[in-house]
């Protein structure tokens, strides 16, 4: 069955492009690109904000899950409390590669712009994420995935809103069942999917109810128990695939025959998301309820290297860490209301600053120009006697924000490139063996 086909199957009012050829598709720009080299020592100013938006009368407590900026960098996307997501294309992107707008104290009743997309899930909304080689300039691939409470998995066109097609999957009553994690693989021809102790692999080009299923547990009982709740794949080609789970541990597996490698324990909440480093030799993982995000060298999967901090003990928020396009630095938020800045090379906090007045619930690089997003908000439980009484919130609270920093000089980045030789080094050989 075609994509096209599965459209009109699966929502007949909704016809888009067929996503077939996809995965042939390849991105000369990244590889041509040198991403500025950001000062972290100077804080950054908030060039759009948003909040307006996610403030509903039917849903005024409503807050963000989490942001991620396309492939591209031209848009980026939000996952809320009222089963929404919404995606922000960033004004003149790509015309002078700079954005000087800047968001003012003045500006405090009004968002920025409005989001040019909104996408309803109806339920809740578990995980969401872009399309590997998405490309404003190539529509057909200008798709997301997401995953929902009681809805199979559904690729959204990000040209017009509309559902491209479904990916189903069905447990032994022949009901539908929702995946938890979802992520491409880093060919762009496959989803995979979380699930209660099992993977299930749907190809990009044949939606409908056909996977391949793997469990995550082996013959004697090794690997994952529990709910796959997170999963991330190495971007170096390498083929492995990280897998975590509520059950407190990570999994490391190969991606082509869900080969068992190693398990690593230490996290002390359940597994809420993980990250390979630039170049694939360290994973980086974050925990529910838990302060600390820690960094293993997957090669030896022995130890953990180190702990970075980020104040997450009180919350079962998922609070999503990104790493920036170098390589060396990776940006946290927590229950502070505050970004913090790590350097991997040597695992020492960097600098920080406020993002929102709330838990910051995610952060995420921009791909190519030195800038961020945030996303920020919880929940906020209301007594019974005031559940008629709207919630009072500043508008740095349930938000989302973009962010755009100083970049070093010409000069700067000479002496750094001397300094540090990216080249010849990984990003953490520096560090000794020794946590």
Not at 2 to 24: I, K
Not at 115 to 143: H, I, K, Q, R
Not at 227 to 232: E, G, N, P, Q, R
Request: include cysteine; hydrophobic fraction near 30%.
């Amino acid at each position: 069955m075609s994509v096209t086909e599965a459209v009109g199957e699966e929502a007949e009012n909704h016809p888009s492009d067929s996503p077939s050829g996809v995965a042939e598709m390849t991105q000369p720009t990244q590889e041509e690109y040198s991403w500025p080299v950001i000062r972290f020592d100077v804080p950054p100013h908030r060039t759009y904000h948003f909040y307006h938006q996610y403030r509903t009368a039917t849903n005024p407590n409503n807050f963000l899950k989490g942001v991620k900026w396309s492939p591209d960098g031209s848009r980026f996307l939000t996952s809320s409390e009222d089963n929404t997501l919404r995606t922000f294309t960033l004004p003149d992107y790509g015309s002078d590669g700079d954005v000087s707008n800047c968001y003012t104290a003045s500006d405090e009743d009004a968002d920025s712009y409005a989001a040019n997309l909104v996408m309803n899930e109806g339920e809740s909304v578990y995980d969401f994420c872009w399309y590997p080689y998405m490309s404003t300039l190539d529509p057909v691939s200008c798709v997301f995935a997401s995953t929902a409470r009681d809805h199979p998995i559904h690729l959204w066109d990000v040209t017009s809103g509309k559902l491209r097609c479904t990916y189903r999957a069905y447990d032994s009553m022949d009901e539908i069942t929702a995946a938890f994690s979802i992520a491409f693989n880093p060919t762009g021809t496959k989803i995979f999917a979380g699930y209660n102790k099992a993977v299930r692999v749907f190809d990009l080009h044949r939606p409908g109810r056909d996977f391949k299923q793997h469990s995550t547990l082996q013959g004697n009982k090794e690997g994952l128990t529990g709910i796959i709740s997170a999963l991330a794949f190495c971007p170096t080609q390498s083929g492995l695939l990280a897998m975590g789970s509520y059950s407190q541990t990570t999994a490391i597996y190969r991606e082509d025959n869900m080969e068992l490698l190693y398990v690593l324990h230490g996290q002390e909440g359940g597994i809420t998301h993980v990250q390979f480093s630039k170049d694939g030799n360290y994973l980086y993982t974050g925990g529910r309820k838990d302060p600390y995000i820690l960094c293993w060298d997957i090669r030896k999967a022995v130890d953990v290297v180190y702990k970075l901090y980020r104040s997450s003990e009180y919350t079962n928020q998922r609070i999503l860490f990104d790493i920036e396009p170098l390589g060396r630095y990776l940006g946290t938020g927590g229950q502070d209301g505050f970004v913090h800045i790590y350097d991997l090379q040597t695992g020492h906090w960097v600098s920080s600053f406020q993002a929102a007045s709330d838990t910051i619930s995610g952060f995420s690089f921009h791909p190519y120009l030195p800038m961020a997003a945030s996303s920020s908000g919880h929940r906020r439980y209301v007594v019974p006697d005031d559940v008629h009484e709207d919630v009072p919130l500043s508008g740095n609270e349930n938000c989302a924000s973009v962010w755009s920093f100083t970049t070093a000089s010409i000069v700067e980045n000479d002496a750094d490139t001397n300094d540090h030789d990216f080249n010849s080094l990984s990003e953490h050989e520096n560090l000794h063996q020794d946590p």
